[in-house]
């Protein structure tokens, strides 16, 4: 007997547990629960328990409907996770990869599902101060520590290409823009020109998560220690700075564009400052200099595209998240802030 889900998935539960049941005979007793968990514009995931056996499990699957070649890999999710397992990067354990589309209607993996708290608010309601800074420190150590794993040790060497990591990018993110954008966005534009003329080419090398920040971090219940990192799909080879730069967008927007700490009373919240979080990443990945105006006007400007790309999928009615037409309108402001970036810096 299944439970009903919180929303009602795009598969067919009953085809998913009699698959657990023979794929895990184990874990899969008695009655299954599915519950969709809300607030994510990626890969659509989900709660998988059977209570009578004590398992609780979480699902991760490609969206349904045309996606591009390279988007929403599941599969390479379950690589790295498999890979960074036992490693200094606290990742979930995954269980199987099932690349056929004949149970959910896509590709899919299971990994055990952590306790832990996953904060989409990164003023951390609910925390102290001093809790605070500690968890703000630990997501730059973290990122750190992934900085510093031996990818190639982990025969991770075709994971994605070494070196000219920026040019790479910019020619990816560019291309997206052109062919799915929703509405013209000129900042966006001559974005592409500015940092085609100012490409860091340094050919630094590690495994990049992609979309790392707070609200990909899982924290102990009850402590400012991480407890998981989530959320790997768009993780490859590339710069480290590129990482570094993403997770600092939230200095440079509103808690309005999508959860950044501008306007907040930042000192009586505990947040160190920019600087600070870059000083304790360096001095943990042991590199003399943290990303600068290149880098963070790029990373503006990908998460623009990113959220444009979210607009062009409800456009569609494909769309992994009811808010994404909300989403997707934040494209033209991040645009904009890494324009006022590069300006100020000039």
Known sequence: MLA????????????????????????????MELERIGGGQSNPTFFVSYPDAGTRLVLRKKPPGPLLPSAHAVEREYRILKALAGSAVPVPPVLLLHEADDVVGTPFYLMERLEGRVFHDTALPGVTPDDRRAMYFAMA??????????????????FGKPGNYYARQLARWGRQWRETKTRDIPAIDRLIDWLGNNLDETPDTTIVHGDFRLGNLMFTPDAPTIVAVLDWELSTLGHPLSDVAFSCLLWHSTPDMYAGIVGL???????????????????????VEGPGRFHLAFSLFRFAVILDGIAARAKT??????NAVAVGAMAESFAQRAEALVEASQ
């Open 141 to 158: 150590e973290t990122l750190a520590a992934l900085h510093g794993f031996d990818w190639q040790g982990a025969g991770l060497s075709d």
């Open 317 to 322: 009615g494909n769309a992994a998240a009811e």
């Open 4 to 31: 009903a889900a919180s929303a009602p998935p795009e598969f067919d539960s009953a085809r998913l547990d009699a698959f657990l049941r023979s794929a895990l005979p184990d874990r899969a007793a008695g009655r």
């Open 265 to 287: 009373d930042r000192e009586a919240l505990g947040i160190p400052t920019q600087d600070e979080y870059i000083a304790r990443y360096c001095a943990a990945a042991g590199r």
